[in-house]
């Protein structure tokens, strides 16, 4: 892979990160933009508890990393020799464009190295040939190019799915008979010692979110307030982060929700 460089890259990266990737959600120390992401803050996925590592160039972090190391931890959730990383936050990131992935990549090289030695999770062989295999992301193949913005829904789903990752919170649970349903709420989100159900936000209007209009989900996604004036926990949601987006490309996404059936 080519080496990302330059000021356009870094910049981007720190657009991402900062924004709708929401990165420091959590490897921040807490899940804000302005925290340094040395990792440490508790998660759980399907393998039980496990702490976001520090994603600094440090050598507790990622100082000795490759680009290219890098660039699997971020698409694959795969680190240097293999090692499996929990995939669970990183799913939908396999289809970043290139441009993003090296931009984001370019990013993390010029934060300021944290040492912060995280405990590192092993998983045991029946894990990663079990439920390991069943999680794991698969390589994309070749050149992934960035969308146009112009196409208004297909970057707005593209954003949604592979940059903000908004359906690893908001995809309802899967059963061993059912599959989990695209966006639609559902599943318990554990913060500060609360635990709430996650909505859904499909355009369903009896359902989801179908009766805002798209100037109401960017308002939501800048600040955190609903129609009517409720506020959502920013640590429950990464608004925090999605103020910093461009509002062009909330209104992509706002436009791509409202066309999403349940």
Same mark, same amino acid.
């Given at each position: 892979?080519? +080496?990302?460089?330059?000021?356009?890259?870094?910049?981007?990266?720190?657009?991402?990160?900062?924004?709708?990737?929401?990165?420091?959600?959590?490897?921040?120390?807490?899940p804000?933009?302005?925290?340094?992401?040395?990792?440490?803050?508790?998660?759980e996925?399907?393998?039980? +508890? &496990?702490y976001? /590592?520090?994603?600094?160039?440090?050598?507790?972090?990622?100082?000795?990393?490759?680009s290219?190391?890098? &660039?699997?931890?971020?698409?694959?959730?795969?680190?240097?020799?293999? &090692?499996?990383?929990?995939?669970?936050?990183?799913?939908?990131? +396999?289809?970043?464009?290139?441009?993003?992935?090296?931009?984001? &990549?370019? #990013?993390?090289?010029?934060?300021?190295?944290?040492?912060?030695?995280?405990?590192?999770?092993?998983?045991?062989t029946?894990d990663?040939?079990?439920?390991?295999?069943l999680?794991?992301?698969?390589?994309? +193949?070749?050149?992934?190019?960035?969308?146009?913005?112009?196409n208004?829904?297909?970057?707005?789903?593209?954003?949604?799915?592979h940059?903000?990752?908004?359906?690893?919170?908001?995809?309802?649970?899967?059963?061993?008979?059912?599959?989990?349903?695209?966006?639609?709420?559902?599943?318990?989100?554990?913060?500060?010692?609360?635990?709430?159900?996650?909505?859904?936000?499909t355009?369903?209007?009896?359902?989801?979110?179908?009766?805002?209009?798209?100037?109401?989900?960017?308002?939501y996604?800048?600040?955190?307030?609903?129609?009517?004036?409720?506020?959502?926990?920013?640590a429950f949601? /990464?608004?925090?982060? #999605?103020?910093?987006?461009k509002?062009?490309?909330?209104?992509?996404?706002?436009?791509y929700?409202?066309?999403?059936?349940?």
């Amino acid at each position: 892979m080519p +080496e990302p460089q330059g000021e356009q890259y870094v910049k981007r990266g720190s657009e991402l990160a900062n924004g709708l990737a929401a990165c420091g959600f959590c490897h921040g120390l807490t899940p804000d933009p302005q925290a340094v992401l040395s990792g440490g803050r508790h998660l759980e996925d399907l393998y039980g +508890e &496990v702490y976001a /590592p520090n994603i600094t160039p440090s050598q507790s972090g990622v100082g000795d990393w490759s680009s290219q190391d890098l &660039v699997r931890a971020i698409r694959l959730s795969v680190g240097p020799e293999d &090692v499996r990383l929990s995939p669970k936050f990183h799913k939908g990131m +396999e289809w970043l464009a290139d441009e993003d992935v090296y931009s984001i &990549v370019a #990013y993390l090289r010029t934060v300021t190295p944290v040492d912060s030695d995280v405990t590192r999770r092993e998983l045991s062989t029946i894990d990663r040939y079990t439920v390991g295999i069943l999680d794991s992301a698969k390589e994309v +193949e070749g050149y992934v190019p960035a969308l146009d913005p112009k196409n208004q829904k297909a970057y707005g789903q593209y954003l949604t799915n592979h940059i903000a990752r908004c359906s690893t919170c908001h995809n309802s649970p899967g059963t061993l008979l059912t599959t989990e349903s695209y966006l639609a709420g559902g599943q318990e989100f554990e913060a500060n010692g609360e635990v709430r159900l996650v909505p859904n936000i499909t355009g369903s209007e009896t359902f989801g979110i179908g009766s805002w209009d798209e100037e109401e989900i960017v308002h939501y996604l800048r600040t955190g307030r609903v129609p009517g004036n409720r506020v959502v926990d920013p640590a429950f949601c /990464p608004v925090g982060f #999605y103020k910093n987006a461009k509002e062009s490309d909330l209104l992509a996404i706002a436009h791509y929700l409202r066309t999403v059936n349940q």
